[in-house]
């Protein structure tokens, strides 16, 4: 066995947004998980099991065991089961204006929502790099339309938020070529520069990565705001970035990666469950199963 421990590069934040206003009802770390049908929507059923999957810790890597054979695993899909097999999203075709007007009309209805209070809570995955440098955090206030705050989501240890890593690297200790090899991990380095998403792991990095969302530049000239989709999203106060700096310093829990081999093994059984070709019962057992004997595989 080769003990191997990557090195990731960069992380995200994963869990929620919710707007100050409503920080009351959604204290942080304890949402309950079915008011979660009443005031999320725009996603189906497999979206919100991917979602809340990564944070509910059903994989311990490090000791090679999962948790899939227990009661809140069973709870999860049938929470995720009341939501929509598939939304009724109109499909991206960019030879059809009229159809790239039906997929913009659908959005600013997603936009709408947030901005009216029929939908409260906001997903950090939705649109890719949210919470990463730049201004993705500025860009999710432009989108409530008013001040926001972070929230975790529905977790059995109440860890809420999780941190998703990613851009991991390493060369194992049996590799004939080690010199060739980091030549080879720089260069890859170097081109990974190019397309950064989330915050860098390096704590200078970091700083200036949240620095970097208190003043917007346009071809190095400073701008009042950001514009797209007919949102305006303005750069962050000194105190809205400080505090966004505190929050991610605070957490500490891992999210299980919703991609890869493990996953594929989860998403199989659950989209059967969905589907009814087997009870919630016989997808927790089967995964509880099929992930045992892919983990022991890997020790």
């Known amino acids: 066995m080769l003990d191997i421990k990557p090195v990731p590069l960069r992380f995200q934040l994963v869990g929620l947004l919710q707007k100050v206003k409503h920080c009351r009802r959604f204290a942080v770390n304890s949402i309950p998980l079915d008011m979660l049908l009443d005031v999320y929507q725009w ?32 709870q999860l899909l049938e929470f995720c089961s009341r939501f ?3 939304l009724n999203v109109p499909v991206k075709d960019e030879d059809s204006p009229g159809q790239m007007e039906l997929l913009n009309d659908w959005c600013m209805e997603q936009f709408r929502s947030w901005q009216h209070d029929e939908n409260l809570l ?6 890719g790099d949210l919470l990463g440098g730049g201004g993705g955090y500025a860009y999710c206030k432009a989108i409530f339309g008013e001040d926001i705050s972070l929230v975790g989501t529905p977790s059995p240890d ?6 998703a890593l990613f851009e991991e690297i390493a060369i194992t200790s049996r590799c004939k070529y080690p010199a060739e090899a980091w030549e080879f991990v720089k260069a890859w ?13 390096f704590d200078a990095d970091f700083e200036a990565e949240l620095d970097a ?7 190095v000239e400073p701008v ?29 829990a891992l999210c299980t990666p919703a991609e890869g081999s493990l996953w594929n093994i ?12 087997q009870t919630a019962e016989q997808a927790a057992q089967r995964s509880q199963s099929r992930a045992s004997i892919w983990l022991s595989e890997q020790s």
């Open 266 to 277: 989860i998403s199989d059984e659950t989209e059967m469950y969905f589907a009814g070709d």
């Open 158 to 163: 109440g860890n809420g938020a999780g941190i």
């Open 43 to 74: 996603v189906d059923r497999m979206q919100m099991f991917r979602m809340l999957y990564s944070n509910m810790g059903f994989v311990d890597a490090a000791n090679g065991t999962c948790h899939f054979d227990s009661p809140e695993f069973l």
């Open 224 to 252: 009042k705001y950001y514009e797209d989709d007919g949102l305006q999203a303005y750069p962050l106060s000194q105190a809205e970035r400080d505090h966004l700096e505190d929050y991610l310093r605070s957490v500490t």
């Open 122 to 127: 906001y997903s950090f995955e939705q649109s």
């Open 189 to 201: 380095l170097q081109y990974q520069q190019q397309y950064k998403s989330g915050y860098s792991v």
């Open 84 to 86: 929509p097999d598939k």
């Open 213 to 219: 969302q208190t003043t917007f530049l346009r071809d």
